[in-house]
């Protein structure tokens, strides 16, 4: 009479690297800010595109765009309003 044998282990699959911790606030906001003048550093990019949400990005990117209009308001006006 045989005795039956359990399989031998399936070799383990080596461990998946770790989900990258999705991007803060301040991290979005300083993307964006650095994409206004088009200067970004390869490994932040990289980082960025794996912990970035595209949503965030253009939800912070409008907001942005947004403060700085009117940031370019206010200076004119008060330019204007000084002038003479």
Known sequence: ?????DPPPA???P????EPRPATFLQ???AVFW???GVRKRRHMLQDAT???PLYVIIVGLLSGLVFVFALLALV????????
């Open 1 to 5: 009479m045989r005795q039956r044998q």
């Open 11 to 13: 070799a383990s699959a």
């Open 15 to 18: 461990p998946r690297p770790a």
């Open 28 to 30: 979005v906001a300083g």
């Open 35 to 37: 994409s206004f003048f």
């Open 51 to 53: 912990t970035i949400k």
């Open 77 to 84: 006006s008060f330019i204007t309003r000084n002038a003479g």
